[in-house]
């Protein structure tokens, strides 16, 4: 796909130099909080993800999230790499896939750029690859995680009861999706 712009991000294909700015956010503990990677990366392990997600269909490539910095002159902006996305899972038959996201600089979380991200990623999925559904699954405590989802338009549909063991506690874990009608009735809304 071409790059894909916001108004303050930008979503764009990762390149092999990103691998060591993936590597630091993925071992940070407070990134890391609410996602299932438990184990610390080494540069090389997270280089080994790298090569077999380019084994994967192009549209579940994973997607660096670039924050706009400085609007230059001549139009020229600098963007900063501050999170990723991807879709994962994609069925042919039903058009359905699952979504995930983080920002791994702390910085910049509870901004809006998460959830401008997530847009930009819903209009690929939906516009582009003709997706009819996206859903994800967030843990319950990750209120900040949740809130964002419902500002993309994503509906809580369910939960899987005590579904993933982390620091010591059983979470659950709540199933929110989107689907297609529903992206195009929001921006109907949203003029
Ligand atoms: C989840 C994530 C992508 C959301 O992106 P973001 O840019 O931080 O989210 P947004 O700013 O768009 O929206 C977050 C909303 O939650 C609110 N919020 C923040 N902390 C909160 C909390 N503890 N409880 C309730 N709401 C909270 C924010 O104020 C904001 O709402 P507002 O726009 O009404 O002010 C990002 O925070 C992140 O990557 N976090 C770490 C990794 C992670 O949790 N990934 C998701 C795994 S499912």
């Known amino acids: 796909m071409a790059i894909l712009y916001g108004e303050n991000v930008r979503l764009r294909a990762t390149e092999r130099t990103d691998i060591p700015t993936f590597q630091r956010w993925i071992n940070d503990p407070e990134v890391v909080e609410f996602l299932s990677n438990i184990f610390p990366y080494s540069l090389e392990a997270e280089t080994a993800w790298f090569e077999s997600v380019l084994k994967r269909p192009m549209a579940e490539h994973p997607l660096v999230i670039d924050l706009r910095l400085t609007h230059g002159k001549n139009g020229k902006s600098e963007w900063l790499p501050i999170g990723n996305c991807a879709f994962m899972g994609i069925t042919d038959i039903h058009r359905s896939a699952e979504v995930g996201i983080f920002l791994g600089e702390k910085e910049y979380w509870s901004q809006g750029y998460g ?14 690859l003709n997706l009819h559904r996206v859903w994800l699954r967030v843990v319950e405590s990750n209120h900040r995680a949740r809130k964002s989802y419902l500002k993309s338009g994503f509906i809580e549909e369910g939960r899987f009861r005590k579904a993933e063991f982390r620091h010591g506690f059983y979470n659950d874990i709540i199933l929110m999706s989107i689907l297609q ?11």
């Not at 009608?181 to 003029?191: A, I, L, P």
């Open 115 to 128: 959830t401008e991200a997530m847009r930009l990623m819903l209009k690929f999925g939906f516009e582009d």
């Open 181 to 191: 009608e529903e992206w195009f009735t929001n921006k109907q809304k949203e003029g």
